[in-house]
C-alpha cells in the first residue's frame, strides 16, 4: 500500500502555528492583567452636582407621553443619560447617535482610559473614567461595562435617564459565539465545522463557568448587568435582579424593534426625529452567520434561560409603552423615520448599502473586526456630497473606534490589541 507522504516542513508549520497562537493568548492575558491595573488614591468624594447641561436653546412643543422632563407645555431635551451598553445588540448604532448629540450639544462624556471599555468584564468603577476627578460634572456614560449602579451613581448627575437595549437571546448567542468564539479557549476543543450546533447539543460537556472569557457563551446580558448569569433561573435572586434593573432603567429599548425603540426613546428625552437618524454599523455579512434551526433555537433559548427570563420581561414593558404612546401614532413616526433615514443614505452612501471590509476605500472607515477573520461590514461614502451633509454623513458613517478618537479617548490598550489582531487576521 502506498504511503501519503507529509509535504516537507509540513509539521513545522504546525507547531510554529500552535506556538504562535499560545504566545499570543500569553500576550493577551498580560496586555489585560496590565491595562486593568489601577492605581488611585482616593481623595474626598463629593457630591456630583445636578447637571452640568447648558440650557438648550430650543425645546420641543409636543407633550411627552412616557414621562419626559417638562416644563409647563414645553418639553425639556433630556441630557443627561447613562446607556448600559450590552454585547451584540445593535448598541455600537445607537452609540452613534449619543455621540453625535453630545457634539451637538456640547456634553460631556466620561470615557474609559486607554481602552475602549470601562475594563470588562470587571465591574464598574468610577476611578476607570479618564480624567476623573471627585465632583466632576458628566452628562453621558456610555461605553461597554459590568454595570455596577452604586458606581456609576458617582458619576452622573442623580436626574440621570438610564437606557438600555436587549435582544433576543438566542440569536444573541449565535452572534456571540460566532464573535468572540476565537477568545473562548473552551471552544477550541469542539469538533466539527458547526461548532455551535456541537455545543448545544450538550452544553455542560463543554462549558465551564470558570473558563476564560466563558460568559460570552451563556446569558451574556445578565452578566453585563452585573449578575451571576450561571444562576439556577428559578433562584428567587434571578427574579430579584429583573425586577432592580426594571427599577433603575428609564427605557429597555430592544434591537427587533429598533426603529419604534428610538421613537419611545426620542419621546422620553424629547429630543427631534434628526436626532436619532441612523445608518446600522457593525453588520456581519449573511454568509457567516448560522442558522438557528427551530431545534437550535430551542436549545439556546433553554441555555440561556435567565436571559430569556429577562427578555420575556422587558418585551411586555415594551409594548406597554408602545399602548401608551399609541399604535397608530408609533405606525406613522416609524415611517417618517425609515423615509429620512432612506434619503441619509442616497445622500451619504455610496451604492446605497454597506460593503464587505475587503471593499472599503479608506482606511479610517474599515470597522473594527472578530479575531480570526473580516467578516463585519462598513460603507463608503459618496463622492461630491453636497457641503451642507458632509459632516453629517461622514460622522453618522464613523465606526466607533475612530469616533471615540475623533472625541479625544485614550485608547493605546485598544489600538496596540488592534494591531495584534490585524497580524492575525
Known amino acids: 500500500m502506498m504511503q501519503v507522504r507529509q509535504k516537507p516542513g509540513s509539521w513545522k508549520q504546525r507547531w510554529v502555528k500552535r506556538v504562535t497562537v499560545a504566545c499570543f493568548f500569553m500576550f493577551t492575558i498580560v496586555l489585560y492583567c496590565l491595562s486593568t491595573l489601577q492605581i488611585y488614591v482616593s481623595p474626598p468624594e463629593l457630591p456630583v452636582p445636578l447637571s452640568c447641561a447648558a440650557p438648550p436653546g430650543q425645546h420641543s412643543t409636543h407633550s411627552p407621553t412616557n414621562g419626559s422632563q417638562q416644563n409647563n407645555t414645553i418639553c425639556v431635551p433630556k441630557m443627561d443619560i447613562m446607556f448600559m451598553k450590552t454585547h451584540k445588540t445593535a448598541s455600537s448604532t445607537f452609540l452613534n447617535i449619543l455621540f453625535r448629540f453630545g457634539e451637538k450639544h456640547n456634553l460631556k462624556f466620561a470615557f474609559p482610559n486607554g481602552r475602549n471599555d470601562f475594563f470588562y468584564p470587571s465591574y464598574f468603577q468610577h476611578t476607570y ?246 467578516s463585519i461590514m462598513g460603507y463608503n461614502l459618496n463622492k461630491n456630497i453636497d457641503k451642507a451633509y458632509q459632516v453629517l454623513c461622514q460622522k453618522m458613517l464613523l465606526p466607533e473606534i475612530q469616533y471615540l478618537t475623533d472625541l479625544g479617548v485614550n485608547l493605546w490598550v485598544t489600538k496596540l490589541w488592534g494591531r495584534v489582531r490585524n497580524i492575525i487576521n
Open 129 to 374: 473614567v479618564q480624567d476623573f476627578k471627585s465632583g466632576m460634572c458628566f452628562n453621558i456614560l456610555c461605553n461597554h461595562m459590568r454595570f455596577n449602579a452604586a458606581e456609576v451613581a458617582k458619576v452622573l448627575p442623580r436626574d440621570t435617564l438610564y437606557i438600555t437595549i436587549l435582544r433576543d437571546p438566542a440569536e444573541l448567542f449565535e452572534s456571540s459565539f460566532h464573535y468572540f468564539g476565537h477568545l473562548i479557549p473552551l471552544t477550541w476543543s469542539i469538533p466539527g465545522k458547526d461548532k455551535m450546533a456541537e455545543f448545544l447539543r450538550d452544553p455542560n460537556l463543554y462549558f465551564s463557568p470558570n473558563g476564560f472569557s466563558s460568559f460570552y457563551l451563556k446569558n451574556l446580558l445578565f452578566f453585563d448587568f452585573g449578575q451571576d448569569n450561571n444562576l439556577d433561573p428559578s433562584d428567587p435572586r434571578v427574579d430579584k435582579s429583573i425586577g432592580l434593573i426594571a427599577e433603575r432603567f428609564h427605557l429597555v429599548m430592544l434591537m427587533e424593534h429598533f426603529e419604534e425603540s428610538l421613537i419611545l426613546l426620542k419621546d422620553i428625552l424629547c429630543w427631534e426625529m434628526v436626532d436619532i437618524l441612523f445608518f446600522k454599523l457593525n453588520s456581519r455579512q449573511r454568509s457567516t452567520m448560522s442558522k438557528l434551526t427551530p431545534q437550535l433555537r430551542a436549545k439556546a433559548l433553554q441555555w440561556n434561560s435567565i436571559d430569556w427570563k429577562l427578555y420575556k420581561h422587558f418585551n411586555v414593558t415594551f409594548w406597554e409603552k408602545v399602548e401608551t404612546y399609541g399604535r397608530e401614532r408609533m405606525t406613522e413616526d416609524v415611517a417618517e423615520l425609515r423615509r429620512r433615514n432612506a434619503e441619509m443614505g442616497k445622500i451619504c452612501i455610496e451604492g446605497g448599502h454597506p460593503v464587505m471590509a475587503k471593499d472599503i476605500h479608506e482606511e479610517a472607515m474599515q470597522p473594527w473586526q472578530p479575531i480570526g477573520e473580516r
